[in-house]
DNA sequence: TGCGCCGGCGCC
DNA sequence: AAAGGGCGCCGGCGCA
């Protein structure tokens, strides 16, 4: 087996073009002194000859980078690089740490300050950090020349290489040797680190890595027309409240906000009381809160309406300028492809639903949007990981016959049976859609490790169901207040309503005793606040350093990541290497936990119809493959339209051929 | 002026 | 006894 560094420099990286020209490789193999600068067509030749071998193993820090430069050089090896990474040929040195480090517990921490990682254009290992950690080498100045060769290749590009100065030449020669240098001390240190640091899912990340990166490539483009409307409305309403607040002093002169203002109005309207917020470092005593729940309560007009303006804001300051620009170039989202619970991150998956944000964006000419998601994904996962530890689930034997498990558990609430309380549901009867929805929320939320505290609290905020309304304890609702921690922050919530929540979880659990078990061992492996290791379950993947909430959540969340993940590598393949697939030809833009969203051709309208079915099979066909004992209660069906936006729904034409849905209002033109 | 921390909030 | 989790981005503030 060979085993070579890669790496390439290249022009920059602009908006749109993530993949920009290639101008010159490095490689280096195990051998001391083997490390060597190729010119273009060098490199070239090289990464042909090392992709096609079934013998030789390619390295790289940010691998997929590399790989989607060499891709749009010469497009004859996009069908190369999938074999490879179907074979397990490709490595990357930053998720080799980012698995070994999730293994320890340490993920996104640098051990030595503690403190959290800085990130660096996505790549939460970059190459300097590594070879800091493994070889002990500082070679992080280099980062903050502005002259450094590494942002001017450019310049050099047909300039034959023995004219380049030594610096320009040495450089890349350096990386090559740095980073395989650290992919084998990792093999090392993955030896000794619990469960191999997970390396065995190296590949799979990898392949997950690589058709996110394609999708970055690719981008997304938005609406002219679209975005134009949108800015004007949203620095209208911005503005309007900016007027609004100014008089009060919570916003200066200049626009900007005072914040310090604006907590002693708050501390004011809570006559001198106010919420805090967590303790922190900085702030052992907490800050006076300002959060939209707080302004909410205060009981002052000003700061109830405040409370209620905020959301123009995010969009004026995060999305305006962002979709303004996809009305001339792509959009490159940028995808983490391995978090702490083997999801996916990235800064396009916080698309607000509400506001306008998500309708700007357009299917490119020819194409049409396909969104597929996961139904209830995670209550799913969260079934088969009991089955997997305890041998019984009641969720997965709901969930397989068919049965809506947020009636099941409501019936429960209720002291009802479910054939009773379906059809009520059913008929819209308030009490039961209300109890349902209560349901909902402990269901996904109880299974995290949620207690009755911030189930309030987040059934107030979230769903205005109030607890003593629904047992009929409306005289004690409210009377008395206590303080209570949601998400490591103190809220206050009614005292009835957590006693009353409290008798809904028994009687959850009740519903879903195999809950109570895994709650139990999740309680006596951190007992006295102690942490401990939790492995997801399928993929073996070992998260390190877990609190109480983590053991309960990190199962069933990675499990899903993990799923999600072989469904985007099968659907992305399809679409970019397999010419009999109907997929061919069109590509993901999007990956947003448990839904894909692609651009599908749209030229032909059987074709449109069985690439979307295709797409939703091989989700179902990947999603069964990873959580077997669930196989009958996997749910995954296509959306088409030419925009994004909540509401997209499937349509399907008298035949049930999928049709293109349309918003219910169409804009006159 | 730059940087890190913090609170807040968007999504699944 | 207590405890949903996972993210990324923004503006404000305080420190260097």
Redesign the pocket.
């Known amino acids: 087996m060979n085993v070579w560094s890669f790496d390439t420099e290249t022009w920059l990286i602009q908006p749109g073009l993530l993949a920009p020209p290639l101008v010159c490789g490095s490689v280096a193999a195990a051998a001391p002194g083997s490390e060597r600068l190729l010119d273009k067509a060098q490199a070239r030749q090289f990464f042909r000859e090392a992709i096609t071998s079934p013998d030789t193993h390619l390295v790289g820090a940010n691998l997929a980078y590399d790989l989607g430069v060499m891709a749009a050089d010469d497009p004859n090896l996009v069908a190369p690089i999938f074999a490879a990474l179907e074979a397990g040929r490709l490595h990357c040195v930053q998720i080799r740490e980012a698995l070994i480090d999730i293994a320890r517990g340490l993920?996104?921490v640098d051990p030595s300050t503690g403190?959290?990682l800085?990130?660096d254009e996505g790549a939460?290992y970059p190459l300097a950090l590594l070879v800091q950690r493994y070889l002990g080498l500082d070679i992080s100045e280099d980062k903050r020349n502005p002259k450094a060769w590494r942002l001017r290749y450019a310049e050099l590009d047909g300039v034959p290489v023995e004219r380049w100065p030594t610096e320009a030449a040495a450089y890349p020669k350096r990386d090559a040797r740095y980073t395989l240098d650290v992919f084998f001390r990792q093999e090392a240190v993955a030896s000794d680190t619990p469960n191999g640091g997970n390396l065995h899912a190296e590949a799979d990340q990898m392949r997950a890595a690589f058709a996110l990166h394609l999708a970055s490539i690719w981008g997304l483009r938005t609406n002219g027309d679209s975005v134009a409307v949108l800015r004007e409305r949203v620095e209208r309403e911005w503005g309007e409240n900016r007027a609004k607040f100014q008089a009060a002093g919570i916003y200066r002169a200049d626009?900007?906000?005072?914040?310090?203002?604006l907590a002693a109005l708050v501390t004011a309207a809570y006559d001198g009381q106010p919420p805090i917020?967590?303790?922190?470092?900085?702030?052992p005593d907490?800050?006076?809160?300002?959060?939209?729940?707080?302004?909410i309560g205060s009981g002052d007009a000003l700061l109830e309406d405040l409370?209620k303006s905020?959301?123009v804001?995010?969009y004026k300051?995060?999305y305006l300028d962002?979709v303004e620009a996809g009305t001339s170039l792509p959009i490159n989202p940028?995808f983490?492809v391995l978090?702490?619970?083997t999801?996916v991150?990235?800064?396009y998956?916080?698309?607000?639903?509400?506001g306008g944000i998500r309708e700007v964006h357009e299917a490119r000419p020819g194409f049409v949007y396909c969104s597929v998601?996961y139904g209830g994904?995670?209550l799913r996962t969260m079934a088969q990981r009991a089955i997997w530890e305890l041998g019984f689930s009641k969720m997965a034997e709901a969930l397989n016959s068919g049965l809506d498990v947020h009636t099941l558990a409501a019936a429960e609430f209720l002291g009802a049976s479910y054939d009773e309380l379906l059809p009520k549901v059913k008929a819209k009867e308030p009490l039961a859609v209300a109890f349902r929805q209560l349901a909902k929320i402990l269901n996904?939320?109880k299974g995290?490790?949620?207690?009755g505290?911030?189930l309030v609290y987040?059934a107030r905020a979230k769903d205005r169901v109030s607890f003593c309304l629904l047992a009929k304890r409306a005289d004690v609702c409210g009377v008395e207040r206590v303080v209570?921690?949601?998400?490591?922050?103190p809220k206050m919530v009614c005292r009835a309503c957590v006693e009353v929540a409290k008798e809904l979880d028994t009687k959850w659990l009740n519903a879903w005793p195999e809950q109570r078990e895994l709650?139990q061992r999740?309680?006596s492996s951190?007992?006295?606040?102690g942490f401990a290791d939790v492995m997801i379950p399928g993929a073996n993947i070992l998260r390190g350093g877990?609190?109480?909430?983590?053991i309960?959540?990190?199962p069933f969340?990675g499990l899903g990541a993990v799923g999600c993940k072989l469904a985007m590598w099968r659907v992305s393949r399809e679409m970019y290497v397999d010419r009999r697939s109907p997929l061919y030809g069109s590509r993901l833009v999007l990956m947003?936990?448990?839904?894909l969203i692609s651009e599908l051709l749209a030229n032909d309208a059987q074709r449109m119809h069985d690439a979307a079915e295709r797409k939703a099979y091989l989700m179902r066909e990947a999603m069964k493959e990873t959580t077997p004992d669930l196989a009958p209660a996997i749910e995954a069906e296509p959306a088409l339209s030419r925009i994004m936006s909540?509401d997209v729904a499937t349509v399907r034409g008298n035949s049930g051929r999928l049709l293109v849905w349309e918003p219910p209002t169409k804009r006159a033109a």
Request: proline share 2%; glycine share 12%; hydrophobic share 15%.
């Open positions: 993920y996104g403190r959290k800085d990130d939460r626009g900007s906000k005072d914040s310090k203002r917020t967590a303790p922190s470092n900085r702030f907490g800050q006076v809160a300002t959060d939209r729940d707080t302004l409370g905020g959301r804001d995010k300051s995060t962002v940028r983490n978090v702490s619970t999801r991150s990235s800064d998956q916080q698309l607000p639903q509400k998601d994904l995670e996904f939320g995290g490790g949620m207690t505290g911030s987040n209570i921690t949601v998400q490591r922050k709650q999740a309680k951190t007992y006295g606040g877990c609190g109480y909430t983590q309960l959540n990190t969340q947003v936990h448990d839904e909540k």
